[in-house]
């Protein structure tokens, strides 16, 4: 979805007092967790740093290592399809179902499937597909789209979930009461794995070494959506591989914590081939599905490639003043906050996420907090600079919708102010006629300044605070 009502969208979300409240509790309540989980700030800079090179190992190969990925996966018998564009993966992972003659598919979560839209194209092909995971279930009932990475339904309360189940769900009577809203939930979804055609889940990890799909979660629905129908099909962009499996265990450490306070999930599942013989369980068919839509455009260039390094804990957001006050649909696309600020002009274009990079106050909080050290905030200043840049320009790697709020008004004013303070003479002799005509300014100041809170005047003046200071009174 463009971004093109971004400013009209994150308004509504402001004059939402509720919504903001639900918010600014869920965010406080992530961090303290977060921070819990790393009391030795030696320890978590360490296991950062080591999370980054991980990651930057693994991107520098990554033609390689996808190849060889799909080489140990097809060895394994798992079928490996490569699409271009959300609609190709789509229309691959409809047409295996419909080879089946299938109806009915139970997902598990999945962020590069909401991506692609993937259950509304499977509905107009008149297949169903059901979420598993909780919170993208309830926002599914509601006819929404999830608000969070991590956690779909962030910015639900009970009282609307209770209000949502009783209304929706045939002979549901109206509770409040959490644990009996999430068994409830659970027990609408529970026959479905049992009656699907097929499984789709997401992925977390995928280990070029051995040929294994890793699959992050807490609920026991992710494993049950990839062993109990007869078809399994995953789908992960391009950038989820990794080198060796030795690769895992410092990400997985840095994820759960990351993301929801926890030392480690309820589940970490393990896939690398479909049933075999002698087996009781699992699926008879698994599929993989690697999505690219435009990540090999950040993958060209040597510094948007670091955007590509994101494991999806959701950290920068937790932590993100914006996000907290505005939420996720403001955003108006499938990846919300300061990762779906870098991210998202890759898979939509700047034409139509413009608003996004400058969404953010830049106080670096996104930067500080991100597990494998992504310089959010450099590359939210890169992709102002390209949505602003000349469209005519050239450059080494062009951006889809390069230029898109490039306005030659404002540019001719920069390219003046910098002609002006680049030149010692001109710079005074400017300065010289500001002071001579500062009575044309305006008599109030635009933006942020007419905004401020004026700071409590001080009990006492800088100066005596010195010469109290010198004399040692301090």
């Known amino acids: ?224 959506c990839t062993t109990v129908p007869d078809m399994h099909i995953a789908i992960t962009g391009i950038e989820k591989v990794v080198e060796h499996f030795s690769d895992i265990p410092p990400l997985y450490s840095l994820l759960p914590r990351s993301a929801t306070g926890q030392p480690v999930t309820t589940y970490f599942n393990m896939i690398s081939s479909p049933r075999r013989p002698g087996e009781m369980d699992g699926p008879r068919e698994v599929h993989l599905v690697l999505l690219d839509n435009g990540r090999s455009q950040a993958y060209a260039d040597a510094q948007l490639r670091k955007t590509l390094q994101c494991i999806r804990c959701g950290a920068c957001m937790n932590h993100c003043p914006v996000y907290a006050r505005v939420g996720g649909h403001a955003y108006g696309t499938t990846y919300p906050g300061p990762i779906g600020s870098i991210i998202s002009p890759h898979l939509l274009g700047l034409e139509n996420t413009k608003d996004l990079p400058t969404a953010s106050s830049l106080c670096g909080a996104c930067g500080e907090v991100c597990p494998v050290k992504i310089p959010i905030p450099e590359m939210l200043m890169r992709l102002r600079e390209e949505a602003t840049r000349n469209p005519e320009q050239t450059v080494a790697h062009a951006l889809r919708g390069q230029g898109a709020a490039h306005n030659a008004t404002i540019s001719l004013a920069w390219r003046m102010w910098r002609f002006v303070h680049a030149g010692a003479l001109r710079y005074r002799a400017y300065s010289w006629l500001a002071t001579r005509f500062r009575a044309l300014a305006p008599k109030q100041q635009l933006g942020w300044t007419i905004h401020r809170i004026p700071l409590t005047p001080a009990k006492k003046s800088l100066h005596d605070l010195m010469r109290e200071r010198a004399a040692g009174k301090h």
């Open 1 to 224: 979805m463009p971004s093109r009502k971004f400013k009209a969208r994150a308004h509504d979300a402001l004059d939402d007092a509720s919504l903001r409240r639900s918010f600014r509790g869920a965010m406080d309540f992530l961090m303290s967790k977060r921070a819990a989980q790393f009391p030795d700030a030696a320890e978590l800079e360490a296991l950062r740093t080591l999370g980054e090179q991980v990651r930057q190992r693994c991107l520098s190969k990554l033609p390689t290592l996808l190849e060889t990925l799909e080489a140990k996966l097809t060895a394994n018998g798992v079928k490996v399809h490569w699409a271009e564009t959300p609609e190709e993966a789509n229309g691959i992972i409809q047409g295996l179902i419909a080879a089946r003659g299938g109806t009915l598919a139970v997902k598990g979560k999945s962020m590069v499937s909401e991506e692609t839209e993937l259950n509304h194209h499977l509905e107009h092909h008149g297949i169903v597909a059901i979420e598993s995971d909780m919170g993208e279930y309830i926002v599914q009932l509601a006819g929404e789209k999830p608000s969070h990475i991590v956690m779909p339904a962030i910015h639900k309360t009970k009282v609307q979930i209770a209000r949502l189940f009783h209304e929706r769900l045939p002979d549901t009577p109206y509770t409040e009461d959490v644990d009996q809203l999430i068994h409830i939930g659970r027990h609408a979804i529970r026959d479905l794995y049992v009656q699907a055609d097929v499984g789709i889940s997401g992925v977390n990890f995928a280990v070029a070494e051995t040929g294994t799909l890793c699959l992050v979660e807490n609920e026991g629905n992710g494993r049950m």
